[in-house]
């Protein structure tokens, strides 16, 4: 066998990787435990019931939610009151192109 043979690495497949859908949940809000700067930073779409969305806090694709600001209401902390929709949700990364992996409920 020669050298070349030896050091050769699998061909990585074109299949949608864990790497490239977003989490089953995840929030805006840095005090949420569900938090992710890394993989807000890529940029995350959202579909909720087949309407793209952009003023999403947070989502649970399992659970099938969203959750968005309800005006300019705040809470007794001072934080923005949310809304807790419920539907089909659909998220991707935005930096991955046209046609990314969507990760959505079974």
């Not at 990314?100 to 079974?106: L, R, S």
């Amino acid at each position: 066998m020669s050298d070349s043979e030896q050091n050769s690495a699998p061909e990585p497949s074109s299949s949608p990787s864990a790497a490239d859908t977003p989490p089953d949940r995840l929030a805006i809000n840095p005090a949420n435990p569900h938090f992710d700067a890394d993989k807000l930073q890529r940029g995350v779409g959202i579909r909720f019931k087949g309407v793209v969305r952009t003023n999403v806090d947070e989502y649970c694709i399992s659970e099938g939610w969203v959750k968005v600001q309800a005006g300019r209401t705040m809470d007794r902390k001072g934080q923005p009151l949310l809304l807790k929709l419920n539907g089909p949700v659909e998220a991707w990364y935005e930096d991955l192109g046209d046609n990314p992996p969507i990760a959505k409920a079974d």
